[in-house]
């Protein structure tokens, strides 16, 4: 099982990525201290951030097997699915925005989180969501050796 959350956490992180790179590359440090709903420099930066130390206290776990390290790991995921809820908050909200017929050319500010794909949103959440339940049965000892 801690094998398969390995996957997991290493194709979410693939994802998180790719998204990230896109908020980049359209501008999203330059928006980030613009007024309005949108993701914020330190929120993206820290969802990734910690996802990636947690995903390295992993690897070290499984060389260690060192299980108060899953249990740090699980810590950090926890807190990188609030910063990632918050995040999928905004964005629904301004597709919504976007989405109703008021949204014309006056309201045409388009963020930079709103070039993210939905399906890739959607999987990312996903296998999210799939690691969060591996490392947490893990960490609690189901289902090892």
Not at 4 to 32: D, E, N
Not at 44 to 66: E, M
Not at 115 to 143: D, K, N, S, Y
């Amino acid at each position: 099982m801690e094998w398969a959350a390995l996957v997991t956490w290493v194709l979410t992180a693939g994802g998180g990525f790719f998204m990230l790179g896109l908020w980049l590359k359209h501008g999203g440090m330059q928006q980030s201290d613009a007024p309005g709903a949108r993701i914020r420099a330190a929120r993206i930066l820290s969802h990734f951030a910690l996802a990636a130390i947690g995903l390295v206290i992993w690897i070290v776990y499984l060389a260690s097997d060192t299980e108060a390290l899953a249990w740090v790991a699980l810590a950090l995921l926890l807190l990188v699915a609030v910063l990632g809820f918050s995040m999928l908050a905004i964005w629904i909200a301004q597709r919504r925005r976007s989405a109703t017929p008021a949204a014309g050319p006056a309201n045409a500010t388009v963020t930079a989180e709103q070039h993210f794909p939905a399906l890739v949103v959607a999987v990312h959440g996903v296998l999210a969501a799939a690691t969060l339940v591996l490392v947490l049965l893990t960490a609690a000892g189901v289902g090892g050796s």
